[in-house]
């Protein structure tokens, strides 16, 4: 049962920075502007893809994660 709680507590965890970062992502100037991020806009289509944030968030979580595991 310890596992399962330790998991439940990880989960919980994850999903409060997910919040934050959802939160307070406006204020993070850089976020979704960064070097390598895609945004093509043409007349009537605008496509944006934040290549370069996600891979630097997967770095992140990747790390913590592997942090919290240790």
């Known amino acids: 049962m310890s596992g399962l709680g330790r998991s439940l507590i990880i989960t919980g965890l994850i999903l409060v920075v997910a919040g934050v970062v959802i939160t307070f992502s406006p204020r993070i100037p ?37 942090l919290l595991r240790r």
């Open 30 to 66: 850089w976020l979704g502007k960064l070097p390598g991020d895609i945004h093509v806009q043409r007349e009537n289509f605008s496509f944006f893809f934040p290549l370069t944030t996600c891979i630097l968030l997967s770095a992140l979580l990747s790390l913590i994660l592997w």
